[in-house]
């Protein structure tokens, strides 16, 4: 790779300057996200999958007074249609940016948004993902700003397998207790046939949901998958493990990890590990790995807030991921308005 590029143009709000690379800068980037708590969607290795997914990705590093306080990875999509790509080019960042402590969120954003403006976008989006200060609801432009509530799932790991086991609802402690005894296999498939695998228990989870009567549970679109899978393994980021029975695979699951944290991706279980609980033996087996290698959490990903009502079609997969032990947090994505005219997605 060559060396990082400072982008020429640069943006300044109040005391926050916005300067974007082409290129992470090497050896130093990872570093400086995990100084400032950053996740996994701050990574070399997420900006390599955004490249690769998107075309274009910016490195940005946030500056006051010469001195750095935090860093983004931000990706690209600009339409064909000259004509208004002002107004439908759009920023993404999947999570805040990583900041030093006392540096406002607000501040950040705005820094951000008037970089992006000034950069021709259109619009401006900024998921919460892993977000790092999740309490921190500062936004820059509420007129112009739409807010996408969600509810994230967290599990604290350590310091070993049985706290952390202890810190679960019981029915799951005795579900997961009860699977390690049953004798299944754990495997690793770090591969685009492993990927392909964890995709078709994925279709059978989906299936199985519609069948009770959630009809909106689709399997993601297979190849968008595999172009998503292929990224994500050219980057190195993510590994897939699979629980099995009786020589045939039941359960598997994605995971992405980052400094300590690791991120749970995707996950499928087809009808018979359904029946003899091979994804909570999966979930033992993976939390366990964690703590053994250090990690101190494991982010379950998220689900519509209305999930938490008990009628809610979803609230199953609420309820599983809330019995994990996991640190219930309210997130928000926004979406902000750059340009005169609002564009939807």
Known sequence: MPPARRLAQQSVNG????VPYDHPI????????LSFGGNVFHSRAWGDVCTTLDGEVLYLRLFHEGGLLGVAVASARRTRWRPLGRLRDVLTLNTPPALAPGVPRRDSLLAIEHFARSRGFGLLRIGSYAD??????????PSRTRIYPRLEFRV?????????????????RHSIRKA????????????????LTLHSLQEETFHRRRSLGN????AWALES???TMEAYLRSGLIRFFFASGRGAILSGMGILEFGDSAYHLVGGTNGDGYKCGAAFALFGYTINRLIAGGFSELNLGG??????????IDHGLYRFKARLGATELTCRDIETRLTQWFIHR
């Open 303 to 312: 689900v519509q807030p209305e999930a938490k009502n008990e009628q809610h």
């Open 132 to 141: 790092p200060r999740p309490w921190d609801e500062g936004l820059p432009s």
């Open 215 to 218: 009809e909106n549970a689709v």
């Open 180 to 195: 390690s005894d049953i004798g299944f296999e754990f495997t690793e498939n770090t591969s685009l046939a492993g990927a």
């Open 26 to 33: 090497d050896c130093q980037w990872d570093a400086e996200a």
């Open 225 to 227: 998958y595999r172009r």
């Open 15 to 18: 005391s926050i300057c916005v």
């Open 156 to 172: 604290p790991l350590g310091p070993d397998f049985p706290s952390t086991l202890a810190r679960m609802h019981a029915k799951h």
